[in-house]
């Protein structure tokens, strides 16, 4: 393959959105790179139809959907207590954060992932709780059309979007 071929063919980098620490980006890239190995798609910074906008959103095989909180600090936390409206929006619901954030912080009753750059472990699962059919049409549905603008925007990085989704 030529260079330019090569070039043409390979996808750009997606840039850092620069809305996150070090720390929470190395957790998003490693709880990425899970939901990757189990087969699953993800969606970083992920809008619900609430306005709220999710760590990680999963997508398994099955079609069940998970959300993912990133906690970087003791301080993001406890300043943060948004994240049981996303429970609405997913059949199941995990916190992830750096090995060096004590766990015992966080609700038992939650699923907890311990991650950085390189990788991620469950070290709880998440209860599930099934979504109702129209939620899961409708966050599936949404989340489409985020892969496919994202998709697009590499493709096409002038594109304009009219901001409906």
């Given amino acids: 393959m030529?260079?330019?071929?090569?070039?043409?063919?390979?996808?750009?980098?997606?840039?850092?959105?620069?809305?996150?620490?070090?720390?929470?980006?190395?957790?998003?890239?490693?709880?990425?790179?899970?939901?990757?190995?189990?087969?699953?798609?993800?969606?970083?910074?992920?809008?619900?139809?609430?306005?709220?906008?999710?760590?990680?959103?999963?997508?398994?095989?099955?079609?069940?959907?998970?959300?993912?909180?990133?906690?970087s600090s003791v301080a993001d936390f406890r300043a943060d207590r948004k994240w049981p409206?996303?429970?609405?929006?997913?059949?199941?619901?995990?916190?992830?954060?750096?090995?060096?954030?004590?766990f015992d912080i966080l609700p038992e009753d939650r699923g907890l992932i311990v991650a950085d750059s390189f990788g991620a472990a469950v070290m709880r699962e998440s209860r599930r709780h099934a979504l109702a059919g129209a939620r899961r049409k409708a966050v599936t549905l949404r989340f489409a059309q985020a892969a496919a603008l994202a998709l697009h925007a590499l493709a096409d990085p002038d594109v304009i979007y009219d901001g409906r989704l």
């Fill in 85 to 102: 409206d996303y429970e609405d929006f997913c059949d199941r619901f995990y916190f992830a954060v750096p090995e060096t954030l004590p």
């Fill in 2 to 71: 030529s260079d330019s071929l090569a070039r043409s063919v390979t996808p750009p980098l997606i840039p850092a959105d620069g809305r996150q620490s070090l720390v929470a980006a190395g957790v998003q890239r490693g709880v990425r790179r899970l939901f990757a190995q189990l087969g699953h798609v993800t969606i970083p910074e992920f809008t619900l139809a609430s306005g709220r906008r999710a760590d990680v959103m999963a997508l398994a095989p099955d079609g069940a959907l998970t959300i993912v909180e990133i906690k």
